[in-house]
């Protein structure tokens, strides 16, 4: 069940800060941080990035999705509840991002993302063009 409803959701929950601890190989980890959240969430991999952040959208009721959830195996789903496997939490970022998802429509995502250190932003239309310029920023750094 939503904490909120879609009208009232608090602006700065609408938004998560995604610090990237490591990009090894083309394999992210970090930590996404939103109000929403008790503690920072650590993600070690690209799937544990996009269901965290699904879970979030479901869970604030922003952006609503227009697609229904579909599901190879009917009656599973559901988020673990992931923890820090292989970092910590005061890892330094190699990176930091502003992401503000706007809509997911066509069972996608479309919203802005701005590279905190170079004051960057760029809009999405999809999450694989958000994964694009994610690895854009992060193979530079390399």
Known sequence: MSKYLASFTPYDVKQSLVRVTGYDNKCISGYIENPYFENPRYFDNLTQFFLIMENL???????Q???ESRALVPGLGGL?????????????????????????????????VLWLEKQSDAQFRSAL???????????SLA
């Open 57 to 63: 959208c479901d869970e604030i009721s922003y952006p």
């Open 65 to 67: 999705r227009t697609n």
């Open 80 to 112: 673990p509840d992931f923890k820090p496997q292989n970092g910590e939490k005061g890892e330094r970022a190699i990176a930091s991002f502003r992401l503000n998802i706007l809509f997911r429509q066509n069972s996608s995502w479309q919203g802005s």
């Open 129 to 139: 063009e958000l994964v694009l310029l994610l690895d854009g920023v992060l193979s």
